[in-house]
């Protein structure tokens, strides 16, 4: 073993030196873990939470809509006419695993506590409804008709959302009158047919799931007449890629939205968590860098009549730096692996007993989500260790203007 690596090794031992070494290398390994620590909790808590939002928001309006040109952001929809044919172009486009028609309108409810306003999404049996069976606490998801067939028959069950149901007063199997604003003015009779409680109040807040063709007799429109195509992909990263294909190859009075441009205030606000989490992250190696650097001057003060001792026997300034450079590197890697394990078993503990609760009224979900990304975790790994590496060559450049005598003679 080489004499420098020895000497580093020794300073790490318990019963080497005074009292004062190993205190301080202790609180160095500790402050470099918490650090790491902080960082993978943290980007793992950005992954779970932007996931579990995403894929809510994405449960009730799905990756991308195809609606009329003219279709704004009101809640009265553009009709646009479908065929069979429209709707088997749209599919030729691999990425696409489902499609389904809606529309939406605006309402008001009224029962025995209030007038509360809501949102009609009329829907049929091409809905993908594994995510609405997801969340469903109460009852069933109501079977809807395919419009396209001459059998159809409307329904007057619909589904909605727990706190919505407890706001109003309203239990399963209740009726409530719905009122359309409209002229004339339309009133419809529904039944509650299940209860969903997603946690996205935002949408449960609001929207009532019913039958699609009770909206198209709303509007005194014919069967192949909707709002528009709502587009599930395999692959939600290609949103961009299939939009753009689609906004292509499709007729110029159709146009294609994506969950992101329909709901752009809490796509924002997602995006704006990851300024939040680079500033913890600058934070945190910042600790670690100025941890380093301290407990460097720290040893190499203390060590002063030592470096003094070697270098008399002729060792080398260069190798007398590295004693302190694999002293610091030792220090680096056990504050990582201790700091690795640590952020592991608390993810571990979140996600099997969801301990961390959360508002769901102002975060969209209820608990704490995390999700752990190994690529990503290997990188913030390597980063803080390099970094830390580096801010190591500042201090030990002191070692080289020590002058031997007085080291030695250095109390």
């Known amino acids: 073993m080489k004499a420098h690596k020895f000497i580093s090794l020794r300073f790490l031992k318990k019963n080497t030196g005074n009292n004062f070494s190993l205190p301080v290398i202790r609180i160095s390994i500790a402050a470099i873990a918490l650090s790491i620590a902080v960082m993978v909790i943290s980007d793992s808590i950005l992954n779970g939470f932007k996931d579990a939002v995403t894929q809510k928001v994405m449960g009730f309006s799905s990756h991308l809509q195809i609606v009329s040109i003219d279709q704004n952001l009101s809640l009265e929809p553009k009709k646009l006419k479908i065929s069979q044919d429209l709707i088997q172009e749209i599919k030729l486009n691999k990425s696409i695993s489902n499609v389904q028609t809606f529309i939406v309108k605006g309402a008001l409810v009224k029962t025995n506590l209030s007038v509360e306003p809501v949102l009609m999404k009329g829907i049929d049996d091409n809905f993908n409804f594994t995510f609405l069976q997801k969340f469903l606490v109460q009852g069933k998801i109501p079977t809807y008709g395919n419009i396209f067939k001459n059998n159809y028959k409307q329904s007057t069950k619909v589904l909605v959302s727990k706190k919505w149901a407890e706001k109003s007063g309203l239990k399963l199997n209740s009726s409530f009158l719905c009122y359309y604003v409209q002229s004339p003015a339309r009133i419809r009779k529904y039944t509650i047919a299940g209860i969903f409680d997603s946690g996205l109040e935002e949408f449960d807040s609001k929207i009532i799931f019913c039958d699609i063709s009770q909206l198209q007799k709303i509007n005194n429109w014919n069967k192949d007449e909707i709002a528009g195509f709502e587009i599930r992909l395999h692959h939600p990263e290609e949103i961009e890629n299939v939009s753009e294909t689609l906004y292509k190859n499709l007729p110029s009075e159709l146009n294609v939205l994506t969950v992101q441009e329909i709901y752009p205030q809490i796509f924002d606000w997602l995006n704006l968590q990851d300024t939040n989490v680079v500033v913890i992250w600058g934070i945190m190696i910042l600790v670690s860098i100025l941890n380093i650097i301290t ?6 003060l203390e060590k002063t009549q030592l470096i003094g001792i070697i270098d008399a026997l002729g060792m080398r300034k260069s190798s007398i730096k590295k004693v302190f450079l694999v002293l610091a590197g030792n220090i680096g890697l ?20 969801k301990l961390l609760k959360l508002d769901p009224a102002s975060y969209y979900v209820d608990y704490v989500p995390m999700i752990f990304d190994l690529k990503k975790v290997i990188l913030i790994n390597c980063a803080t260790f390099v970094i830390c590496i580096i801010s190591m060559w500042l201090p030990t450049q002191i070692i080289s203007k020590i002058k031997t005598i007085d080291a030695i003679q250095f109390k």
């Open 295 to 300: 407990v460097l001057l720290v040893l190499i």
């Open 334 to 353: 056990k504050g990582l692996a201790i700091g690795n394990v640590v952020s592991l078993l608390i993810i571990f503990m979140q996600l099997e007993f």
